[in-house]
């Protein structure tokens, strides 16, 4: 059973920056993909890198901003964001899959606890 934990979330003014970090052991083969939650609202994919991390595909809404890479030597993949916005309030999780399309919310069969991001001044 793969486990996941995320970690970097908090509350940041417009325009600033957080990492988030997804742990896990033995997801070397896996994609793995960030997706974020606002209330009232579906889950929706953020980023998404394949398990070598060659391919990676973004939501039009946070491309240029935010950078998803992974270190598989450390079993951990990373969300960078920055200039974050109002907007981008929700509560990110990171998920795994070894089946499907890259950023098919579907497809993710092992999720973490999620962690909370709040952009406010």
């Known amino acids: 059973q793969l486990q996941l934990v995320e970690s970097g979330g908090g509350l940041v003014q417009p325009g600033g920056s957080l990492r988030l970090s997804c742990a896990a052991s033995?997801?070397?083969?896996?994609?793995i993909g960030w997706f974020r939650q606002a209330p009232g609202k579906e889950r929706e994919a953020v980023s998404c890198i394949s398990s070598s991390g060659s391919i990676t595909n973004y939501a039009d809404s946070v491309k240029g901003r935010f950078t998803i890479s992974r270190d598989n030597a450390k079993n951990t993949v990373y969300l960078q964001m920055n200039s974050l916005k109002p907007e981008d309030t929700a509560v990110y999780y990171c998920a795994a899959s070894r089946i499907g399309g890259l950023c098919v919310i579907s497809n993710y069969n092992y999720w973490g606890q999620g962690t909370q991001v709040t952009v406010s001044s």
């Open positions: 033995g997801f070397t083969y896996y994609k």
